[in-house]
């Protein structure tokens, strides 16, 4: 039986003016977000900045995936 994919894009924007430098900190609000997707059972299988600046971003999108029912 081949296994059949649902897809959820995730997209994070850091409020006006704050970045997200090299491998910094995860913000709370994001880590608390994928782990109740986790739970929902979703896992990720890319995350990309959007808009890169001299190594620097403010917005990130994940792409995870679970099997459909």
Not at 1 to 17: A, C, F, L, R, V
Not at 34 to 48: C, K, S
């Amino acid at each position: 039986m081949i296994t059949k994919w649902e897809y959820h894009i995730y997209k994070y924007k850091q409020p006006s003016g704050m970045v997200f430098r090299g491998a910094g900190e995860v913000p709370e609000e994001v880590q608390n977000e994928l782990n109740a997707l986790g739970q929902e059972g979703w896992e990720i299988i890319a995350a990309y900045p959007v808009a890169m600046a001299q190594g620097s971003t403010n917005q990130v999108v994940i792409i995870l995936k679970r099997p459909s029912a």
